[in-house]
T-cell receptor, first 114, second 110 residues
Framework: GAVVSQHPSRVICKSGTSVKIECRSL??????MFWYRQFPKQSLMLMAT?????????EQGVEKDKFLINHASLTLSTLTVTSAHPEDSSFYIC??????????FGPGTRLTVT | LAKTTQPISMDSYEGQEVNITCSHN???????ITWYQQFPSQGPRFIIQ???TKVTNEVASLFIPADRKSSTLSLPRVSLSDTAVYYC???????????FGKGTRLSVIA
């Protein structure tokens, strides 16, 4: 079946630095990918919709200048957390739609900001 | 986007059948109902999807009544490894995002 990968699986960074998370669709092309954030014991919260070749659409309350999304190809979307702070520590998950319309989710990236 | 309501948690003993019901009163005509399973520190995993009546695959069954305002995920003979959070979502196969509700935390006890 279709697979979505994320890299890195976990990252620790210092406050004030930037971190880039990659999301790849391994065996299918995805014109649209989605980024979610999940805090402990909570549900997934949609952050933004990433469209190949165009600007991402951000959900209300998500700072587009802080969470930079780039979808430069049909198999890769990146989320960059700029000037990270401890409150940005979370589990970040991407999702992509396969040809048959099913949504596949990546394994997630655990970000810890110290 | 369909808003869903599920029980916050459920407990079950190993070997029992577990039924988790989800309410989605405002589901759109072209929305499918999809269930995902999530283990801690992992991304959600697709379980089953349906539009109406009954769908069955190797891991679960999905029952959807004619009015489509609710759905029930049925897990036959659960094991300890089925302990997870289960989410039901309404959405179509287009490029609109899936919005997650709170999910149901299933705990399977030996």
């Amino acid at each position: 079946g279709a697979v979505v990968s994320q890299h890195p699986s976990r990252v620790i960074c210092k406050s004030g630095t930037s971190v880039k998370i990659e999301c790849r669709s391994l065996d299918f092309q995805a014109t649209t990918m989605f980024w979610y954030r999940q805090f402990p014991k909570q549900s997934l919260m949609l952050m933004a919709t990433s469209n190949e070749g165009s600007k991402a659409t951000y959900e209300q309350g998500v700072e587009k200048d802080k969470f930079l999304i780039n979808h430069a190809s049909l198999t890769l979307s990146t989320l960059t957390v700029t000037s990270a702070h401890p409150e940005d520590s979370s589990f970040y998950i991407c999702s992509a739609s396969g040809r048959e319309g099913f949504r596949y989710f990546g394994p997630g990236t655990r970000l810890t900001v110290t | 986007l369909a808003k869903t309501t599920q029980p916050i948690s459920m407990d079950s003993y190993e070997g029992q059948e577990v039924n988790i019901t989800c309410s989605h009163n405002n589901i759109a005509t072209n929305d499918y109902i999809t269930w995902y399973q999530q283990f801690p520190s992992q991304g959600p995993r697709f379980i089953i999807q349906g539009y109406k009546t009954k769908v069955t695959n190797e891991v679960a069954s999905l029952f959807i009544p004619a009015d489509r305002k609710s759905s029930t995920l049925s897990l036959p003979r659960v094991s300890l490894s089925d302990t997870a959070v289960y989410y039901c979502l309404g959405g179509n196969s287009g490029n609109t995002p899936l919005v997650f509700g709170k999910g149901t935390r299933l705990s399977v006890i030996a």
